[in-house]
């Protein structure tokens, strides 16, 4: 496997002061990478970081050549007002693509088409013309996962990703990022307080306080302080 992000001693924060301190990690092609921890640990700044929104402000942040053209596909927490958008399936999904027209007044056929095949992949295809807003929270994530393909293809972080969903549609969100992974070679970093869950999905597991307090596999990190207190409930 070839690193897509390699942070090495990266420091992220906002007018001088770091909320992310000293990290080294890599995110390599094909990875099911899951950032836990509590909130104010820094999760958050990390992923804008690695979106290129924010610049370290110590250390080196190296993305790879082929990402830099492709982008990262972003699905960020939902607002109220976001769950209650008013449009069709097809155009919240292919409104993905708006960077890729550019200046064009109109969407492309390939465009087009792209948006159909990433609801086909999600199983979405027969909500095309249906309202958005009218969807289940899971029916929702998977629009805004194809939305996200549509974006860029290579590599999905996922903030927060199954936040007030139902059991039954928290597991069939897992089963469709597992695939997504597995079969049609996405690397996915989710950033998730649902650390019973993606330990036995991901491969990767880098628990943040600031600083790492552990990265690496999540049976190592199941056996650790880190991860015992934390798969406890209790905070380190």
């Known amino acids: 496997m070839s690193a897509l992000i390699t942070c090495s001693h990266v420091d992220f924060g906002y007018e001088n002061h770091d909320a992310v301190i000293d990290l080294t990690m890599d995110v390599e092609e094909g990875d ?5 921890g509590v909130n104010g640990s820094g999760k ?3 992923v804008k970081g690695l979106l290129g929104l924010l610049k370290p402000t110590a250390g080196t942040l190296r993305v ?3 990402l830099k053209k492709t982008g990262i596909g972003y699905l960020p927490q939902q607002t109220a007002a976001q769950k209650d958008f008013p449009a069709s399936v097809y155009e919240v999904v292919l409104s993905g693509a708006l960077n890729q027209r550019g200046s ?3 969407y492309s056929r390939k465009e087009k088409d792209m948006a159909l095949k990433a609801m086909e992949k999600l199983g979405i295809k027969s909500l095309k013309r249906h309202c ?3 969807l289940s929270g899971g029916q929702q994530q998977r629009v805004l996962i194809a939305r ?3 974006a860029a293809r290579r590599m999905l972080i996922l903030d927060e990703p199954v936040t007030g969903l139902d059991p039954r549609a928290i597991q069939d969100f897992y089963g ?4 997504l992974n597995r079969e049609e070679h996405v690397t996915i970093l989710m950033v998730t307080h649902d650390v019973a869950n993606v330990t036995g999905q991901a491969n990767k597991i880098l628990h943040l306080q600031q600083r790492a307090l552990f990265y690496g596999s999540p049976s190592d990190y199941e056996k650790s302080l880190q991860g015992r207190s934390f798969l406890g409930g209790e905070e380190v």
């Open 32 to 36: 099911y990478f899951c950032v836990v």
């Open 44 to 46: 958050s700044t990390l």
């Open 64 to 66: 790879c050549e082929e």
């Open 104 to 106: 064009r007044p109109f």
């Open 132 to 134: 958005y807003r009218e």
């Open 148 to 150: 996200a393909l549509c």
């Open 176 to 179: 469709l990022i597992r695939r």
